[in-house]
């Protein structure tokens, strides 16, 4: 039978009120109380009273019959042999473990002596406590596995605008080049019209001093009759560039369009043999392709063309 005393203890060891009443009401004593605060620490106080009945209202809870005479001491449970001091006792462990055949006993058991509550107590306390540093222990192996994501996420977004800075810095520096091409080949345009235009201004001068003086004109450059020349002969229009690759791991032969920059050459490289490439260097004559205007080169542009050996670093 519970007493205002076994609550009162149960609050000085520290628990909560409402928990420590439904425990006292549930078990009929203190010892009881404790079972039950150790088998229900992980269920909040709204889920007990939710799912555990009650005992002085559930019919379906009914102790078995004693023999004439005897008295009812404790409860057994005829599928396990466990005993109990109560109903209430009984009727959640039954709930618990779904065992449904109890009876009455006339065995008495002896309630908790002082030392055996207080061990009692420590044992539930300890086993509070290792929850919880277990709990502690999967929470900041959470908070590490997010971070590795985070970082990982962080990473490969960082890549990606390096890559991409990389590609336009080829870019531009493809399209400087042809720029500057493109002005010197005007320039070159603009310094053959001034001297065409210079050559025209000495032979106008010259005619019209030798008609002053009577004199025949020079002929003019323009109508003397030049020797016929003779068929050029055709350059061989060279589709592709055979590439002799000299490489950490060995020597391959690649055929590429003349079209391909070594940028692009880097890359395939790259993806077949998983080592970043960062320069070419012909054998003869030596010269080393190395950064954004060098890779920006085609094959053709670069001299490569029909064939070539690179040493690639």
Known sequence: MATPSDLNQLLEMGFEKQRAEIAVKKSGGLQGALQW?????????EEILA????????????????????????????DCGKKFRSMAQAEFHGTRTGHENF????????????????????????????????????????????????????????????????????????????????????KKRIQEKIAADKEERRLRAERQKAEREGRAPPPDPSLAAAPAPSAPKPAAAHTEARLRLQMASGTVMKTYPVGTTLFEVAQAIEAESGTPVTSFTTTYPKKTYEGGADLGMTLKEAGLVPSAVLIVK
Do not use: F
């Not at 005992?55 to 023999?67: F, G, N, Q, V």
């Not at 985070?150 to 990389?166: F, G, I, Y």
């Open 51 to 78: 799912s555990a009945p009650d005992p002085e209202t559930d019919p379906s809870i009914e102790p078995a019959a004693l023999k004439e005479g005897e008295v009812a001491r404790s409860l057994q449970c005829d």
């Open 103 to 186: 009876s009455e006993s006339t065995e008495e058991i002896a309630p908790l002596t002082e030392e055996e509550k207080k061990q009692k107590l420590e044992e539930l306390r300890a086993k509070m406590a290792e929850k919880r540093a277990k709990q502690a222990i999967l929470d900041k192996e959470e908070q590490k596995r997010n971070e590795k994501i985070r970082m990982k996420s962080t990473k490969e977004v960082q890549d990606a605008k390096e890559e991409l800075a990389k590609k336009e810095q080829i870019k531009a520096a493809a399209a400087k080049r042809q720029e500057k091409l493109a002005d010197i080949a005007a």
């Open 37 to 45: 605060l150790e088998d229900n620490q992980d269920k909040s106080v």
